[in-house]
C-alpha cells in the first residue's frame, strides 16, 4: 500500500478565486490521479498526472479549468481555477502502487460559497 | 461504455444481520473487480479485489466473488457491525494501472 496525504483538508472559498490542493506520497509512483466526488455522488476522474508529461484529462474536464502538476514521483497538485458553487466537491488524488490498485488520499473538501 | 451499477442504498440492518450489496458491470474484456469503502468523513479504502474471472476477494469478513457469467461482484458479509456503517463503492479497472470506473456508492447503516 502508499501512505498518502493531502493539504488542504478542507477549505471555504469564494467564487472567482482559485485553490491549488497539494497530494503526497510516502513512496515513489507512476501514475497518480486526481478524481472528484459532488455531494452524494460518486468518484469521476479528472485527470492521470504522469512525471515528465502533461496529464491527460478525462471528458468534461480541461486544463485552463483544472490545471495538474507533476514535478516528481511522490507528488502532484490539483488548482481548480476561477471557482463557481458547481466546483464544491470533495478532490481525491490516488496512487496505482501495482497495476491493479489504486490508493486514495484523505480527499480535500471544498465549498465554494 | 464500461460502466458499474450498485443496489440503491441507503441499507439499514441490525448487528449481526447478514449483509449483501450487489454490484454488476458493463465491460468489454476482462477487467479487474474492487470494492472501496468510504467511512464517515474519510478517504476512501481498498477493501478487496479480484482480478479473474472465479476469483475471491476476502478482507475483514467481507467477501465477493468474480461471475463473469452473470457480471457481478456482489459483497457479502455474514455478520456485520456498527463499525461497518460506511457508504461502499463498487468500481471495475479495465486497463492496467487505468481509471477506476465507479458505481454510485450504497451506504451501510448498522444498528445496535
Known amino acids: 500500500s502508499a501512505v498518502i496525504s493531502q493539504k488542504p483538508s478542507r477549505d471555504i472559498c469564494q467564487r472567482g478565486t482559485s485553490l491549488t490542493i497539494q497530494c503526497q506520497v510516502d513512496?515513489?509512483?507512476?501514475?497518480m490521479f486526481w478524481y472528484r466526488q459532488q455531494p452524494g455522488q460518486s468518484l469521476t476522474l479528472i485527470a492521470t498526472?504522469?512525471?515528465?508529461?502533461?496529464?491527460?484529462?478525462e471528458s468534461g474536464f480541461v486544463i485552463d479549468k483544472f490545471p495538474i502538476s507533476r514535478p516528481n514521483l511522490t507528488f502532484s497538485t490539483l488548482t481548480v481555477s476561477n471557482m463557481s458553487p458547481e466546483d464544491s466537491s470533495i478532490y481525491l488524488c490516488?496512487?496505482?502502487?501495482?497495476?491493479?490498485?489504486?490508493?486514495f488520499g484523505p480527499g480535500t473538501r471544498l465549498t465554494v460559497t | 461504455g464500461d460502466s458499474v451499477t450498485q443496489m440503491e442504498g441507503p441499507v439499514t440492518l441490525s448487528e449481526e444481520a447478514f449483509l449483501t450489496i450487489n454490484c454488476t458491470y458493463t465491460a468489454t474484456g476482462y477487467p479487474s473487480l474492487f470494492w472501496y469503502v468510504q467511512y464517515p468523513g474519510e478517504g476512501l479504502q481498498l477493501l478487496l479485489k479480484a482480478t479473474k474471472a472465479d476469483d475471491k476477494g476476502s478482507n475483514k469478513g467481507f467477501e465477493a466473488t468474480y461471475r463473469k457469467e452473470t457480471t457481478s461482484f456482489h459483497l457479502e458479509k455474514g455478520s456485520v457491525q456498527v463499525s461497518d456503517s460506511a457508504v461502499y463503492f463498487c468500481a471495475l479497472l479495465y486497463n492496467q494501472g487505468g481509471k477506476l470506473i465507479f458505481g454510485q456508492g450504497t451506504e451501510l447503516s448498522v444498528k445496535p
Open positions: 490516488s496512487v496505482a502502487v501495482r497495476s491493479y490498485e489504486q490508493y
Open positions: 513512496s515513489q509512483v507512476t501514475m
Open positions: 498526472a504522469n512525471q515528465g508529461s502533461e496529464a491527460t484529462y
